[in-house]
């Protein structure tokens, strides 16, 4: 669930007297961690970044991008960029998308 609601939980669980050791949760969104994704997008336009071309290939189409290296991810920049790809981890749930290195390293 949102952020908010687990912290509060988490707390609410504390108060009653249960044991912090017995509490175990999982965030899939911080307010702190997009705090610093903002903050490393504006380092990122300030540099000289290294630039790496991206082809994106899903069914019939491919879309290429231009991905810093301190950028974003290669599925962010791909959907801000319109292309419309299966994905879950942005709902807590990972392996739905995938990617290969057919040419170049990471």
């Known amino acids: 669930g949102p952020e908010e609601m687990i912290l509060s939980g988490r707390d609410a669980f504390v108060e009653a007297g249960v044991d912090v050791k017995h509490l175990h949760f999982e965030l899939f969104y911080s307010a702190s961690a997009e705090a610093k994704k903002v903050?490393?997008?504006?380092?990122?336009k300030q540099s000289n970044d290294t630039m790496s071309k991206v082809t994106i290939k899903l069914d019939a189409t491919a879309l290429q991008i231009d991905l810093g290296y301190n950028g974003d991810t290669i599925l962010d920049a791909a959907l801000q960029n319109g292309a419309d790809l299966p994905y879950a981890c942005k709902g807590g749930v990972c392996a739905t998308c995938k990617c290969k290195v057919e040419k170049g390293e990471v």
């Open 39 to 44: 903050e490393r997008q504006k380092a990122v």
